[in-house]
């Protein structure tokens, strides 16, 4: 029996229904994406058409430990690669892009503690982490002039906190343990305050109708004078006032999200051509898969895609070189955003790619409603809308041309 089936079915010799594994290895890790990956695709197509929330399927998400996986060895976690984190990311996105992006801001927000948080605080955090507790987010708002310019303020109330504000894009606060928002003092100054669910005047509010990334409940937050103790709010201005890889940690994992829907927009493709899809009359040919013409786009499709994947491992090796260094530079903060962006611009236009070429390649037959393919566009266009990839090519450009270091924020 697999650590999957164990969660799914659990039997009198299993573990209890709500035991999380902790994860050892980076070897690991990757073996129970693989596991979970299989038994997440399954029903993926149909969760997206439902639009049926993942509820169980986020609960043997975090009981695999997969979301515990970068909580640092000092502290009892694995502290895997960054190569192997986002192929994780990539494995589990590619079998359901929405179930891959729930734990995208709680792995920034676990990098957060352990560039900001005190020992008391990462000793309490990181043992939540382990034994399963997920992190959601109240990061952006709806209405304001920039991602940047926050209405939700954090400010001091005797000896805790008092937070204000409505936040949107809340990917995963839905099915959070905590949620951590972000918000501004008096100074201006960012502060992120882990709120426990069901904190009085804290509403998670499930209204994300966005086409595509359909089951990340992504949508609101609101706070209405809700106090959190101090153990619980985090100076998140830090990581951007100081150089830390927590910008390039985000962007990396945006990045594997958008390389494992390429992924499974180029499986079903190949699928689809060799089971379905009838040969054009004038190739004179008897299947659709030796179509000269189409052989050719599926040459182009897999040389993008792995051209999108050699970046992406290449900007992991980046990371783990700089993280083995005693100290980060702002050098290499600009050298991670940098090995980062040029990989988020090949995994968003292959991303983008695949998914309308699946169409093309595939034939009228593939635009069916009961094929649901078109959820592998609708993901990719929505998911790559998290920032402008054309900033990306202007990050690159500036920093080779004019030697310019890309800003330090979580989109860079």
Known sequence: MTVIDELVSPHDDAPAANATRIIASDEEAVAIAHELAKRLAEEAGLRDRERRLPRDEVEWFSQTGLWAITVPKAYGGAGVSFVTLTEVVKIVAAADPSLGQLPQNHFGLVDVIALTGTPEQKRFFFAEVLAGKRFGNGFSEKGTKHVLDLKTRVTRDGDGYLVEGTKFYSTGALFAHYVPVLGLDEASKGWLAYIPKGTPGLSVIDDWS???????????????????????????????????????????????????????????????????????????????????????????????????????????????????????????????????????????????????????????????????????????????????????????????????????????
């Open 210 to 412: 966005g086409f595509g990334q359909r089951t990340t409940a992504s949508g609101t937050v609101v706070l209405e004078n809700v106090r959190v103790p101090a153990s619980h709010v985090f100076p998140a201005h830090r990581v951007s006032d100081l150089p830390t890889l927590n910008g390039p940690i985000s962007q990396i994992i945006q990045a594997a999200i958008d390389a494992g829907i390429a992924h499974a927009a180029l499986a079903d493709t190949l699928r689809f051509v060799r089971e379905r899809t009838r040969p054009w009359i004038d190739s004179n040919v008897e299947r659709a898969a030796d179509d000269p013409l189409i052989v050719r786009e599926i040459g182009r499709l897999h040389i993008q895609l792995h051209a999108a994947d050699a970046l992406l491992e290449r900007a992991a090796r980046v990371l783990d070189e700089i993280t083995a260094k005693p100290e980060t530079s702002e050098d290499d903060v600009a050298r991670a955003s940098v090995a980062v962006g040029e990989a988020k611009v090949l995994t968003t236009e292959i991303a983008l790619l695949a998914g309308e070429k699946l169409f093309e390649l595939a034939g009228t037959q593939a635009t069916l409603s009961e094929h649901n393919l078109d959820r592998h566009w609708r993901n990719a266009r929505t998911h790559t809308l998290h920032d402008p990839v054309r900033w990306k090519y202007h990050l690159v450009g500036n920093y080779y041309l004019n030697g310019v270091k890309p800003a330090r924020h979580p989109w860079n």
